[in-house]
Each structure stands twice: as C-alpha cells, then as structure tokens.
C-alpha cells in the first residue's frame, strides 16, 4: 500500500507550505511528527495505543526543575550538625568515617587535601534556620516559609543519589543516563510517547524557561515529535513562528486551511486506508485550533486579582516565575498531559553556589517558594490536586563542606526531591542522609526511582513502552518509591 510519504506520484500542493508559513507553529509540526510516527501501516513495531496501561491516579505532572543544584541541607533536610562542627575538617568530627572509599565509589571526593595533606574543605554551618512546618511538623529551611505552609501536602525524599557530578547531571535527571552514555528519552518523552491526548486544542507536552544545550530534547530515539514545545507566557507571542509571517486576516487564514482540507479530502477519498493522510489531515486541523487555544490559556488576565496574588504576581521578585507556576495551572486545568519548568538557566544555572550561597540561595527561593506554594494551594482548592503530580528537583545537592570562602561545591551522595498531588500521601518524609548530610543512608533513590513512581500514578508500565532494538537497562525502569503512595 503507497503511503503520501512514500509516492512519487502524489505531489504536495504548494498551498500546504504556504499554510505552513503562514501560521503553523512548531507545535503544528511537532503534532504532525507524532500523529505520522503513530500511524505508519507499514512499520513493524507499532507505538502504544495512547491509553494507559492499568487505572492512572494521576492525570497530568507538572516538572519543577530548578538548574544549578539546590543545597538540601539549607531547604528540605536540615542538618544543624554542620554548625556545631563548622570550621572543622570532616576528620575532626565523629563523622570522618564518611570519607571512607567505600562509600565514595563515584566520582567527586569532596575531602580537598593542601600541600601539607592537611584537608582544607572545612565543615561550613547552616546558612539559615530551620523549623518545624504543619501538622506533620517537618524540619524545613527559613528560606521556605511557604512551602512550609503546604507542607502537609508533600512528600518529601531526602535520600536521593546521582552519578554526574557536572551540570550534564540536568540530563541524568531528566533521562536517568549519564550524559556520556548518549542521549536518551526523557521522563516527559516517555509519558508523551506512552499517552495519548487529553485535549486535542493544546499539545501535550510543553516546556517553560531555559533549557542549556545538553538537556534541549527529550524524544531523542522516539523521535523530535516527542520533543516538549517550548512555551513562553506571552499571549501575543507564546511560541516561535506561532503567528502568521505576513500580516494576513483570519479570514484569509481560514480560506487557506479551507483550501487544504479540500485538497487533503480528495486524497483521502482516493486513498481511503492510508492511516498516514489520515493522520496528517488530523495534525492541520489541531495546529490551527491550537493558534486560538494557546494564547486564550496565556491570558492570565482573566484569573481574580486574588488569584495572581496567590502566585506573587503582584511583587516583582516572585512575578516571573508566579507568572509560569499560574500558566501551568491553567495548562493543566485544559488538559495538558505534561508540563517541564526549568527555573534559573544560563551556563550551570542559578543554584549553582560555589561561592556566596546565602545570598544566592536566599534570593532563588524568594522567587520561586511563593508561587510554587500557590500552585499547590490552587490545585487543591479546584480539586486538581489529586489528579495531578507536582515534582521539585534539581540535579544534585550541596556538599556539608565549604567551597572558597562562603560557597558549597556539587553534592552526589545524598540530596533531597519533593512530590505531591496524584495519589502520593502528603505531610511525609522519606529516606534519610547521614547528621552532616553527606550520604543518602537509609531507603537510598536513584533518579529514575522518581520516574518510575511517576509513569505508575500515570497507568504507565515502562517495560512495555520499550522499542525493539532498544532494550533498556533495568536502572532505566527504576523501582517505585512505595512507602509514600497513597
């Protein structure tokens, strides 16, 4: 059976390009890409059936990813150890034994010995305070004062491990390879390839702030239609190439899409079983209803003043990120499936306090605790919550010994990740690092542990998303974090 993708004797009608160029998007694109790889009659592994695989608790994520590295010990697992042995070596304290070998099996030491072989990474004290927060009463940073204030709804891991102790650990987390092993899907890949639609006038995955160049992607061997788009919150110009290049009116517009859905009818006539034409003829009618669908869910306008307020729209410090955190509410309330936020891009990101961590860690969580506490606050006052997972992370910790003067070097061994919403119990700690913070020692989580309790709430089983040819390592599945499903 010819395909339109494979006939030399059907010609594409200029039109189409015209239309193209006109006003379809990278979403339109990316929408045909997937709706093709979806429907090839002539493949030989056909892709999931975009229902999940068992009943999903959770209907759609939205991904926190703060780039640079959080330090766990001065947000969710404080360690006042660190201030009563500040300005000491690791070996002056009763927890030298951290430093031994065995258990520093990967790749960064964070012991730094001088010329005299005595260590000059000291111990450095806590930042800022800590308490008690909500009914549970867990331990928490001052920093985080409204996070705290939802912290009956999280449930937090503070036993997490990695690999990578460069920035390409952004990569590790979002995929669960080292970024020297290739380039694999991603968690929000995955979930797009294994899930079909719940809204055919918006994509399904779309992706809000800067992303550096070794963590752009997300299809890689699924292909770039598996690939988030990227969003900007501006109505007027939500998206790359996202509007008409030519100053056209929608009635010219729709006299063009007209146009090439008669053209495509015809075909679709003569070849009445190409799944391929089918699909396409699909994708153009989403593309051009998403022209309308995504800036109407952009007008942030439109929330109560109390509403934006919630988010800290109304203060410049936290605006730009209140303004994301109200978009992916609003992204999700219309039935989009997987929402990424990268916060804080440029070079190694924003987190990243190798020197100067008070002010920096201070001003990062000014701009983000506000509206993150707001988004969980609005999900569950509209009865989204439940339905939806909400995930703070970054990609590795901070060391419990000082870098220069002031500052905290990348951690490994132990960091924590928050999740709540989508069937998760709230008001939880799980997992447990060492009293100076520096090894995950009890119920330790590899990244993709976090993946795989996520594809669960979603009715997913990874193992039966794979490809021939392709077979991951177990690692790549990860195991559910069990003890905080609700």
């Known amino acids: 059976m010819k395909t339109i993708s494979s006939s030399p004797d059907l010609p594409t009608a200029p039109s189409r390009r015209n239309f ?37 608790k959770a209907k759609s994520v939205i991904w926190l990813f703060m780039n640079g590295g959080v330090s766990h010990m001065e947000s969710f697992d404080p360690k006042p150890e660190l201030t009563k042995y500040a300005g000491k070596s690791i070996s002056e304290t009763p927890h030298a034994d951290v430093q031994n070998p065995e258990k520093l099996k990967l790749a960064r030491v964070t012991v730094i010995n001088d010329a005299n072989g005595q260590q000059r990474n000291k111990i450095y004290p806590l930042q800022v305070g800590f308490r008690e927060y909500g009914q549970a009463g867990i331990e928490m940073s001052d920093w985080v004062p409204h996070m705290g204030s939802v912290v009956d709804d999280l449930a937090i891991i ?11 650990a952004q990569t590790q987390f979002h995929s669960g390879r080292h970024m020297l092993d290739g380039e694999y899907p991603t968690l929000g890949g995955w979930v797009h390839y294994g899930l079909g639609s719940l809204n055919d006038n918006l994509p399904q995955f779309i992706s809000m702030g800067k992303r550096e160049y070794w963590n752009a992607k997300d299809g890689h061997y699924l292909g770039p239609a598996h690939d988030a788009i990227p969003i900007r ?108 936020v990268q916060h804080g891009a440029g070079g190694a990101g924003v987190w990243d306090a190798h020197g100067g961590l008070k002010a920096n860690h201070s001003k990062n969580f ?88 996520i594809m669960q709430q979603l009715g997913l089983d990874s193992r039966r998303l794979e490809i021939p040819g392709r077979k991951r390592l177990d690692i790549d599945h990860g195991k559910v974090i069990s003890e905080i499903v609700a």
């Open 20 to 56: 193209l160029k006109n006003g379809l998007s990278t979403l339109a694109l990316s929408a045909l890409i997937a709706q093709d790889s979806r429907a090839n009659p002539a493949a030989e592994w056909q892709p999931p059936t975009g229902q999940p695989h068992f009943a999903p």
């Open 158 to 168: 503070r036993s997490m491990y990695t690999t990578d102790d460069n920035h390409g």
């Open 233 to 340: 919150v501006d109505p007027a110009n939500p998206l790359d190439f996202g509007k008409p290049a030519k100053n056209i009116s929608a009635r010219e517009q729709q006299i063009g899409f007209d146009l090439v859905g008669k053209l495509n009818q015809l075909k679709a006539e003569e070849y009445p079983n190409d799944a391929a034409l089918s699909a396409r003829i699909k994708a153009y009618e989403l593309a051009y209803r998403m022209q309308t669908s995504v800036p109407e869910t952009l007008d942030l306008n439109r929330e109560t003043q109390a509403t934006q307020n919630l988010y800290g729209i109304d203060d410049p410090a936290t605006k730009d990120f209140g303004l994301q955190m109200l978009a992916a509410r609003r992204f999700v309330e219309r039935g989009v499936r997987f929402i990424q």
């Open 366 to 453: 000014q701009a983000v605790d506000k509206p993150i506490a707001g988004l969980i606050k609005d999900l569950k006052q509209r009865g989204l919550l439940e339905s939806t997972l909400v995930v703070f992370a970054s990609e590795f910790g901070r060391t419990p010994g000082t870098q220069g003067a002031d500052g905290r070097d990348h951690h490994i061994y132990g960091f924590s990740v928050w999740m709540a919403g989508g069937g998760l119990k709230g008001g939880i700690v799980h997992g447990v690092t060492d009293e100076i913070g520096f090894h995950a020692v009890e119920n330790r989580h590899y990244v993709t542990d976090i993946h795989a309790t």
